[in-house]
């Protein structure tokens, strides 16, 4: 999934982006605050981590400012400012987690998996469809309780798919979920990765709407 990182120190961010990627998430980094309102507020992100003392414009200010617009990407506070009253204060202006430096990359990566499965009304953390199975935490997907092998690009496809299952998602919606800059992305991409997860779990999982884009559908048994 695609995240924003909002922090101006380079070398802590770098370490950031490295580890989250490292832990599958598609990683965009902003280090200023006018930057990550703007970016936040494109709704193109799963979650956003985002650091307080940032230039040109405070954390809490973009915190304050996006959830004024009704934007609500989850978003984690990721700061050294560890009073009590400063974690009060982001919580309450609308963070929905706050985290104090230094973290393990572990538990970012688990807190932000959290926020997005939270944020989509999910309990749990492995996704299922049928014989089909979609661990986040391992990064790893079972049809009939055997592994199955897939691409970087084919899970991400399939995570954004059924984690979002019951809605279409156009191309273009998968494509931003799925890359974050600096990546091109021929125009057939999705329609491949798309053959790929069918061929390898099944044509019924994922469904074509016809001018419109993909989706898993509900199961009978979902509300």
Known sequence: MRILLAEDDTMLGDGLRAGLRQAGFQ????????AAEREIGSGVYAAAVLDLGLPLKDGLEVLKALRGRKIDTPILVLTARDAVPDRVTGLDTGADD???????LNELAARLRSLVRRALGQMQERLCWGAVALDPAARSVTCNGEAVQLSTREYDLLHALMRNTGR???????????YSWGHEVESNTIEVHIHHLRRKLGPELIQTVRGVGYIVQREASEP
Do not use: A, N, T
């Open 168 to 178: 279409v998602l156009s191309r273009e919606q998968l494509e931003q979920q799925m």
């Open 98 to 104: 706050y985290v104090i430096k230094p973290v393990d």
């Open 27 to 34: 990683v965009d980094w902003v280090r200023d605050g006018v």
